[in-house]
């Protein structure tokens, strides 16, 4: 695939939340409303949200073929995945994907840079003055690097697991190598979102405060404008599957 076919997911992002804006960012919301339930469980708080994210994300690829196939996106679709009949299965990657992540914030400490540790695992938010942002970005960048293979592995492993009825192991192994192959494709992906949902804003933001003078304000502005992009980001990850693995088959879904 041509590297601009990044900027095409994208696109066909915004495409599937223009079809139905309401019931996409309905989703997006109860989603947000379901990990929040989760993090308020007492021990399992903390990490029921990493385990049960392969599970929800599949309510939003689902909902995507459903607009494909011209049906209404319902709140039940939020749960396709927990009702298909590998959703063990799911979860069991939602661990692994855990375990990553755990690893790939160690690696920043053992590195010599405790200050992403810290502030990651401190009861308390941190104070924005005690935190040393140069190591944190190291931090940040550490933990990227080493997550990066992780992340690559799990970016397609839920669809293959659901809708292929691939084992955890060959579907980790088969989203890693698809991803390294369109590398070009997933670097202009992943700089379309960063310039769309985090760099743009964030200086649109700082455009505004500097017009208006009221920060508080001015982010609580922001917040419905960064739901809407995350909502299609989440729309995005459809179309990139189906470029690379076609469009999976209604009548051999669970």
């Given amino acids: 695939m041509p590297a601009l076919t990044g900027w095409s997911w994208v696109k066909r992002g915004f495409a599937y939340f223009k079809q139905q804006p309401a019931e996409m960012l309905s989703l997006f919301f109860a989603y947000m409303f379901c990990l929040l339930l989760a993090g308020i469980i007492p021990l399992l708080g903390a ?20 607009i494909d196939l011209k049906k209404k996106v319902t709140l039940p679709v939020l749960f396709s995945g927990f009702r298909a009949r590998r959703w063990l299965t799911l979860l069991n990657l939602g661990v692994l994907f855990l375990l990553a992540m755990t690893i790939a914030v160690a690696a920043s400490k053992l590195v010599g ?19 040393d942002a140069g190591n944190l970005l190291q931090g940040l960048l550490v ?15 839920g669809p293959l697991i659901l809708w292929r009825k691939m084992s955890i192991a060959k579907a980790l192994f088969f989203s ?42 001015l982010l609580l502005f922001m917040l419905p404008v960064l739901s809407v992009l995350t ?13 690379v693995f076609g469009v999976p088959d209604v009548e051999t879904q669970d």
């Fill in 47 to 66: 990490v029921l949200p990493f385990l049960l994210m392969p599970v929800f994300s599949m309510g939003f690829m689902q909902a995507c073929q459903d």
């Fill in 176 to 217: 890693f190598v698809s991803v390294k192959r369109a590398w070009r494709v997933f670097l202009v992906y992943c700089l379309s979102w960063m310039l769309l949902a985090g760099l743009l804003p964030a200086l649109i933001l700082e455009v505004l405060v500097a017009i208006a003078g009221q920060e508080a304000m």
């Fill in 143 to 157: 933990m990227g690097l080493v997550f990066l293979p992780a992340l690559m592995a799990f970016w397609y492993a």
């Fill in 231 to 243: 909502t299609i980001r989440y729309c995005s990850f459809y179309p990139s599957y189906t470029d």
């Fill in 113 to 131: 840079n405790a200050e992403l540790f810290t502030v990651l695992t401190s009861s308390e938010p941190p104070d924005p003055k005690e935190v």
